[in-house]
């Protein structure tokens, strides 16, 4: 079920308002049944994955905590290779068996096509999949006791407002909040429905319209100036920010209406003024799970320089198999690994003797750059393949093709909704950069007429040039 759908237009106030009506007693009860509509809403089927797992990890932890010794990291282990194993067969099983027929066929073995098998990827299995690994990982480091109600700890998992597409959670920041009582709240009402609507806002207005266009540029670039293909590029990395962090704003602002708190996601990361400001703001839930789990798991900063590079690159290019099966993301976060390690090589080296160090101009310069790179490494990860990617960047910064660059034309930005759409850009900018009249509450208590007049504006926008076509959130076929 899409956040951007007449369904869930009619599902959320719904369950809300069952949510309210029921006795505390019942309330994870009706929560995991919503939760289970909601899921099977978009492939009954593989609900039973999510069963299976969570059976798994439910008597893993119970078991982890009640063990000694050697045995609570078996339980541990067996927890980890049951996630693990979901994700491998259902993700990156295909994956493993196309490179190996390209394999067979590189040293000329024939007759040996492996084939593929026809399974179609469970929604959001990546993210549901590290939320319950970090619950069995924090039982066994000590941090979270074991879950005893089943149905609670299945709720953990299956939270219909984060279940496709995150934030990931921790168990000690979620699990007790389903054991309390939340009352009705007009301040988590006004700041739960502000936040899902400059979601909304965020998706249907800005990604779904720049969609278009990214896709026209990144389908046939040969067939555009190369001005028009870089445009497409900038395009993209607004469209997945706005995308992805829309929904993340519905998400915990659906929560946050119910009276739950879930972290923050975003913290605008394209004013970040280094690359490693950037991966502290950008998915911040993913970011901080890998730092956590797999990071400082390989030694982290605890080691000698040499094994502190290898720890960081790692950790990326698991990154961004992550995202997808294909060499596309692993490139992508190949990249992002040798960006983090040169920028902590540079400001130990020359951070003190930067004469703009501290300065507004030497952040502006900063941001620039950061953006610049940020989307040179989304072409990877919007290209259909390394050999697209590298084309496009070869045709838009080729010194041969530079004289032709150029601006749409009316004709080629009507692909993307009108004229309007450098309007929606600006309009994008600002909001990007003021998300202060979003996220901090009270800010503009002030100035009610401020805060009224920009609500008014986003709800015009929504209702008049929002884009209801059943468009998926990218981050879903993660």
Same mark, same amino acid.
């Given at each position: 079920?899409?956040?951007?759908?007449?369904?869930?237009?009619?599902?959320?106030?719904?369950?809300?308002?069952?949510?309210?009506?029921?006795?505390?007693?019942?309330?994870?009860?009706?929560?995991?049944?919503?939760?289970?509509?909601?899921?099977?809403?978009?492939?009954?089927?593989?609900?039973?994955?999510?069963?299976?797992?969570?059976?798994?990890?439910?008597?893993?932890?119970?078991?982890? +905590?009640?063990?000694?010794?050697?045995?609570?990291?078996?339980?541990? $282990?067996?927890?980890?290779?049951?996630?693990?194993?979901?994700?491998?067969?259902?993700?990156?099983?295909?994956?493993?068996?196309?490179?190996?027929?390209?394999?067979?066929?590189?040293?000329?073995? +024939?007759?040996?096509?492996?084939?593929?098998?026809?399974?179609?990827?469970?929604?959001?299995?990546?993210?549901?999949?590290?939320?319950?690994?970090?619950?069995?990982?924090?039982?066994?480091?000590?941090?979270?006791?074991?879950?005893?109600?089943?149905?609670?700890?299945?709720?953990?998992?299956?939270?219909?407002?984060?279940?496709?597409?995150? &934030?990931?959670?921790?168990?000690?920041?979620?699990?007790?909040?389903?054991?309390?009582?939340?009352?009705?709240?007009?301040?988590?009402?006004?700041?739960?429905?502000?936040?899902?609507?400059?979601?909304?806002?965020?998706?249907?207005?800005?990604?779904?319209?720049?969609?278009?266009?990214?896709?026209?540029?990144?389908?046939?670039?040969?067939?555009?100036?190369?001005?028009?293909?870089?445009?497409?590029?900038?395009? *993209?990395?607004?469209?997945?920010?706005?995308?992805?962090?829309?929904?993340?704003?519905?998400? $915990?602002?659906?929560?946050?209406?119910? /009276? *739950?708190?879930?972290?923050?996601?975003?913290?605008?990361?394209?004013?970040?003024?280094? $690359?490693?400001?950037?991966?502290?703001?950008?998915?911040?839930?993913?970011?901080?799970?890998?730092?956590?789990?797999?990071?400082?798991?390989?030694? /982290?900063?605890?080691?000698? &320089?040499?094994?502190?590079?290898?720890?960081?690159?790692?950790?990326?290019?698991?990154?961004?198999?992550?995202?997808?099966?294909?060499?596309?993301?692993?490139?992508? /976060?190949?990249?992002?690994?040798?960006?983090?390690?040169?920028?902590?090589?540079?400001?130990?080296?020359?951070?003190?003797?930067?004469?703009?160090?501290?300065?507004?101009?030497?952040?502006?310069?900063?941001?620039?750059?950061?953006?610049?790179?940020?989307?040179?490494?989304?072409?990877?990860?919007?290209?259909?393949?390394?050999?697209?990617?590298?084309?496009?960047?070869?045709?838009?910064?080729?010194?041969?093709?530079?004289?032709?660059?150029?601006?749409?034309? $009316?004709?080629?930005?009507?692909?993307?909704?009108?004229?309007?759409?450098?309007?929606?850009?600006?309009?994008?900018?600002?909001?990007?950069?003021?998300?202060?009249?979003?996220?901090?509450?009270?800010?503009?208590?002030?100035?009610?007429?401020?805060?009224?007049?920009?609500?008014?504006?986003?709800?015009?926008?929504?209702?008049?040039?929002?884009?209801?076509?059943?468009?998926?959130?990218?981050? *879903?076929?993660?």
């Amino acid at each position: 079920m899409l956040f951007n759908s007449l369904q869930f237009l009619l599902f959320f106030p719904v369950v809300t308002l069952l949510y309210f009506l029921f006795p505390q007693r019942y309330r994870w009860l009706l929560l995991l049944t919503a939760s289970c509509v909601f899921y099977c809403a978009f492939y009954p089927p593989y609900i039973l994955i999510l069963f299976f797992t969570i059976a798994v990890d439910y008597v893993a932890g119970i078991y982890i +905590e009640k063990s000694e010794g050697a045995r609570r990291k078996q339980f541990l $282990i067996m927890s980890i290779i049951a996630n693990v194993g979901v994700l491998a067969i259902f993700k990156y099983f295909n994956f493993f068996l196309n490179n190996l027929n390209h394999l067979l066929h590189g040293l000329y073995i +024939e007759g040996h096509d492996l084939g593929f098998w026809k399974i179609m990827l469970p929604i959001g299995l990546s993210f549901h999949t590290f939320q319950a690994m970090s619950y069995t990982i924090e039982v066994y480091r000590g941090n979270q006791k074991a879950e005893r109600h089943l149905g609670i700890y299945a709720l953990y998992v299956m939270f219909y407002p984060q279940l496709v597409a995150g &934030p990931i959670e921790r168990p000690q920041h979620l699990l007790h909040q389903f054991y309390e009582k939340h009352e009705f709240d007009l301040g988590n009402l006004w700041w739960g429905l502000r936040l899902m609507l400059w979601g909304l806002f965020k998706k249907a207005v800005i990604a779904d319209r720049l969609e278009v266009y990214v896709n026209t540029m990144f389908n046939q670039p040969d067939s555009y100036h190369p001005g028009n293909v870089t445009l497409g590029a900038v395009f *993209f990395a607004f469209q997945i920010s706005c995308d992805f962090s829309g929904y993340s704003d519905i998400a $915990i602002g659906a929560a946050r209406v119910m /009276g *739950f708190s879930l972290v923050s996601n975003f913290d605008r990361p394209y004013l970040s003024p280094d $690359i490693a400001s950037f991966w502290r703001k950008w998915h911040i839930s993913l970011s901080t799970w890998f730092r956590d789990y797999v990071y400082i798991s390989l030694g /982290g900063n605890r080691v000698s &320089p040499l094994r502190r590079n290898f720890n960081l690159f790692m950790t990326f290019l698991i990154s961004g198999l992550w995202h997808g099966a294909s060499w596309t993301f692993v490139v992508w /976060g190949a990249i992002h690994g040798v960006y983090v390690m040169v920028y902590d090589y540079f400001r130990k080296a020359f951070e003190p003797l930067n004469p703009l160090k501290g300065t507004l101009i030497g952040k502006a310069i900063g941001i620039f750059f950061t953006f610049f790179i940020v989307t040179v490494a989304w072409v990877f990860f919007r290209a259909g393949s390394i050999g697209e990617a590298v084309h496009i960047l070869h045709y838009t910064i080729s010194p041969t093709h530079l004289t032709w660059f150029t601006f749409p034309t $009316i004709n080629e930005v009507t692909y993307a909704g009108g004229w309007h759409l450098f309007v929606l850009l600006l309009f994008a900018f600002l909001l990007i950069s003021e998300e202060v009249l979003v996220r901090h509450e009270g800010s503009f208590t002030r100035f009610r007429w401020v805060d009224s007049m920009w609500l008014g504006i986003v709800v015009f926008l929504v209702l008049t040039m929002g884009i209801y076509n059943q468009n998926a959130f990218i981050y *879903f076929q993660f």
